[in-house]
Protein backbone atom coordinates (compact mmCIF):
# COMPACT_ATOMS: atom_id res chain seq x y z
CA UNK A 1 0.00 0.00 0.00
CA UNK A 2 0.97 3.60 -0.70
CA UNK A 3 1.59 5.70 1.61
CA UNK A 4 -0.07 9.09 1.01
CA UNK A 5 2.42 12.15 2.03
CA UNK A 6 0.97 15.73 3.41
CA UNK A 7 3.88 18.39 3.03
CA UNK A 8 3.61 21.72 5.62
CA UNK A 9 5.03 23.63 3.54
CA UNK A 10 6.27 24.73 0.24
CA UNK A 11 9.46 27.34 -0.33
CA UNK A 12 10.18 28.45 -3.95
CA UNK A 13 12.55 31.88 -5.19
CA UNK A 14 10.81 34.71 -6.33
CA UNK A 15 11.40 35.11 -10.07
CA UNK A 16 12.01 38.98 -9.52
CA UNK A 17 15.23 37.97 -8.16
CA UNK A 18 14.79 41.71 -6.42
CA UNK A 19 17.39 41.51 -2.87
CA UNK A 20 15.82 42.50 0.20
CA UNK A 21 16.88 45.92 1.03
CA UNK A 22 18.45 45.20 4.12
CA UNK A 23 19.12 41.40 4.38
CA UNK A 24 20.11 41.42 0.65
CA UNK A 25 18.62 38.04 0.15
CA UNK A 26 16.47 36.81 -2.61
CA UNK A 27 12.61 36.84 -1.56
CA UNK A 28 11.58 34.09 -1.03
CA UNK A 29 7.42 32.59 -1.85
CA UNK A 30 5.77 30.26 0.80
CA UNK A 31 2.93 27.76 0.47
CA UNK A 32 -0.03 29.14 -1.51
CA UNK A 33 1.76 31.81 -3.02
CA UNK A 34 4.27 29.34 -4.41
CA UNK A 35 2.47 26.67 -5.63
CA UNK A 36 0.28 29.44 -7.90
CA UNK A 37 3.24 31.30 -8.82
CA UNK A 38 4.57 27.53 -9.94
CA UNK A 39 1.08 26.85 -11.76
CA UNK A 40 0.94 30.48 -13.60
CA UNK A 41 4.10 29.71 -14.86
CA UNK A 42 3.21 26.26 -16.09
CA UNK A 43 0.42 27.68 -17.92
CA UNK A 44 2.00 30.73 -19.25
CA UNK A 45 4.89 28.63 -20.63
CA UNK A 46 5.40 28.35 -24.39
CA UNK A 47 6.36 24.42 -25.38
CA UNK A 48 9.94 24.30 -26.14
CA UNK A 49 10.39 27.72 -23.79
CA UNK A 50 12.51 25.65 -21.43
CA UNK A 51 15.42 24.14 -22.89
CA UNK A 52 15.63 20.50 -20.89
CA UNK A 53 12.22 20.11 -20.92
CA UNK A 54 10.78 21.23 -24.59
CA UNK A 55 7.05 19.31 -23.91
CA UNK A 56 6.52 21.70 -20.50
CA UNK A 57 3.60 24.48 -21.30
CA UNK A 58 0.52 25.45 -23.43
CA UNK A 59 0.27 26.60 -26.51
CA UNK A 60 -2.85 28.77 -25.71
CA UNK A 61 -1.35 31.64 -27.22
CA UNK A 62 -1.30 30.15 -30.38
CA UNK A 63 -5.73 30.53 -30.24
CA UNK A 64 -5.23 34.10 -30.68
CA UNK A 65 -5.25 33.54 -34.20
CA UNK A 66 -8.29 31.18 -33.85
CA UNK A 67 -12.00 31.99 -34.69
CA UNK A 68 -13.92 32.98 -31.43
CA UNK A 69 -15.80 29.81 -31.09
CA UNK A 70 -16.93 27.30 -28.32
CA UNK A 71 -14.19 24.97 -29.40
CA UNK A 72 -11.48 27.49 -29.18
CA UNK A 73 -12.49 27.91 -25.87
CA UNK A 74 -12.97 24.62 -25.03
CA UNK A 75 -9.00 23.62 -26.53
CA UNK A 76 -8.07 26.88 -23.63
CA UNK A 77 -9.37 24.60 -21.09
CA UNK A 78 -8.38 21.81 -22.14
CA UNK A 79 -4.09 22.75 -22.78
CA UNK A 80 -4.46 24.46 -19.22
CA UNK A 81 -6.12 21.38 -17.54
CA UNK A 82 -3.69 19.04 -19.12
CA UNK A 83 -0.91 21.01 -18.48
CA UNK A 84 -1.44 21.56 -14.53
CA UNK A 85 -2.52 17.70 -14.15
CA UNK A 86 0.80 16.63 -15.68
CA UNK A 87 3.07 18.93 -14.27
CA UNK A 88 2.18 20.24 -11.01
CA UNK A 89 1.21 17.47 -8.48
CA UNK A 90 0.81 19.46 -5.40
CA UNK A 91 -2.63 20.59 -6.88
CA UNK A 92 -5.95 19.06 -7.39
CA UNK A 93 -9.39 19.79 -8.14
CA UNK A 94 -8.49 22.16 -11.18
CA UNK A 95 -11.09 24.01 -12.91
CA UNK A 96 -10.76 26.39 -15.91
CA UNK A 97 -13.00 29.72 -16.82
CA UNK A 98 -12.34 31.08 -19.99
CA UNK A 99 -14.24 33.63 -21.23
CA UNK A 100 -13.87 35.08 -24.99
CA UNK A 101 -14.17 39.05 -25.72
CA UNK A 102 -14.00 38.87 -29.62
CA UNK A 103 -14.20 42.87 -29.73
CA UNK A 104 -10.68 42.60 -27.77
CA UNK A 105 -9.19 39.64 -29.68
CA UNK A 106 -8.85 38.76 -25.90
CA UNK A 107 -9.90 35.58 -23.47
CA UNK A 108 -10.08 36.28 -19.65
CA UNK A 109 -8.43 32.52 -18.39
CA UNK A 110 -9.31 32.16 -14.51
CA UNK A 111 -7.55 29.07 -13.35
CA UNK A 112 -8.98 27.26 -9.93
CA UNK A 113 -7.36 24.60 -8.15
CA UNK A 114 -7.32 22.84 -4.71
CA UNK A 115 -3.38 22.81 -3.09
CA UNK A 116 -2.55 19.17 -1.64
CA UNK A 117 -1.24 19.04 1.47
CA UNK A 118 -2.39 22.40 2.72
CA UNK A 119 -5.16 23.25 5.11
CA UNK A 120 -6.13 26.34 2.96
CA UNK A 121 -9.38 27.81 0.38
CA UNK A 122 -9.18 27.05 -3.02
CA UNK A 123 -6.72 28.96 -4.92
CA UNK A 124 -7.40 31.13 -8.00
CA UNK A 125 -5.26 33.63 -10.40
CA UNK A 126 -6.79 35.63 -13.89
CA UNK A 127 -4.54 36.91 -16.43
CA UNK A 128 -5.92 38.18 -20.06
CA UNK A 129 -4.95 36.61 -22.82
CA UNK A 130 -4.07 38.74 -25.77
CA UNK A 131 -2.17 39.55 -29.09
CA UNK A 132 1.18 40.93 -28.26
CA UNK A 133 2.22 42.11 -31.78
Known amino acids: ?11 DISLSFSP ?11 NERAIVRSVRNLVETIPTERFFN ?3 GTDIRDSLFENFSRTTVNIIEDQVRETVNAY ?3 VSNIGVEVRAIPDNNTFEVKVLFEINGLAVAPQSFTFILEPTR
Open 1 to 11: MAIKRKSRAFK
Open 20 to 30: HPITKDLPVLT
Open 54 to 56: PLL
Open 88 to 90: EPR
